[in-house]
Every structure is written in structure tokens, then in C-alpha cells.
């Protein structure tokens, strides 16, 4: 059974810090592209990071670019998401995803169609 679990949520004040890791069991992430979506609310999920499965390739959205780094350890089996600078917009649910079949990641690869593993989400507040 594969699960993908969330960690390091919670409240921080704008201009704050947090890293989020994500726990796979089930599967070897090193066969996978591993990425970041949220879901702010009355929003629709969006991607955020991808890192390809030995770390070539990485992709941000625009709006984190300079703020977020997405990484992994393929031997913990874990993937991690640091958020610094963080915003009352960056304020969501954030999803842990797993994907295969993705040769190069953009805005159009990095969609949720093409990720087939979810983690439950851990919720992100930025808020004074």
C-alpha cells in the first residue's frame, strides 16, 4: 500500500519559515517525479515544485520562485519543501504527489493528472 504523509505544518506570521517533508512508503521515490500542489480556499490545487527523481530538473510556479526549495533524499525516501518568506496568500493545503511517465518538468507536465500518489495534506497558515 503506498502512502505519502505530510509533516511540518502550521501557523506562522508573514515573513516566517517552514519545512514541510513528505514520508513515502510503498514505493521507491527515486522512480518518481516528486512535487509540491496546495489548495488555498475557494481555490482550485495547484503545483508549486517539482524536482525530477535524482534532483536533475526542478520546477517552481512564478509565485514562489525565490521563496520555496523543494528537495529530496532518495535513501530516506522522503521529499521536503522549505517555505521561507512566506505570505498570507501562501496560506493552503499542501499536497505531496508522485508521478512517473513525466520526461521534463513545466507548467504543463506538472499537472495533477499526471501524479498518481497523494499524501492527505497539511495545512499552512500565514497569518499575523
Known amino acids: 500500500q503506498v502512502q505519502l504523509a505530510e509533516s511540518g505544518g502550521g501557523l506562522v506570521t508573514p515573513g516566517g519559515s517552514l519545512r514541510l517533508s513528505c514520508e513515502a512508503s510503498?514505493?521507491?521515490?527515486?522512480?518518481?517525479?516528486m512535487a509540491w500542489f496546495r489548495q488555498a480556499p475557494g481555490k482550485d490545487r495547484e503545483s508549486i515544485a517539482a524536482?525530477?527523481?535524482?534532483?536533475?530538473?526542478?520546477y517552481y510556479v512564478d509565485s514562489v520562485k525565490g521563496r520555496f526549495a523543494i528537495s529530496r533524499n532518495n535513501a530516506e525516501n522522503t521529499v521536503d519543501l522549505q517555505m521561507n518568506r512566506l505570505k498570507p496568500e501562501d496560506t493552503a493545503i499542501y499536497y505531496c504527489?508522485?508521478?512517473?511517465?513525466?520526461?521534463?518538468?513545466?507548467?504543463?507536465?506538472?499537472?495533477?493528472?499526471?501524479?498518481?500518489?497523494w499524501g492527505q495534506g497539511a495545512q499552512v497558515t500565514v497569518s499575523s
Open positions: 504527489a508522485a508521478g512517473s511517465g513525466i520526461y521534463s518538468l513545466d507548467s504543463r507536465t506538472v499537472r495533477e493528472a499526471n501524479f498518481r500518489f
Open positions: 510503498g514505493i521507491r521515490i527515486s522512480n518518481y517525479v
Open positions: 524536482i525530477s527523481g535524482f534532483g536533475g530538473d526542478i
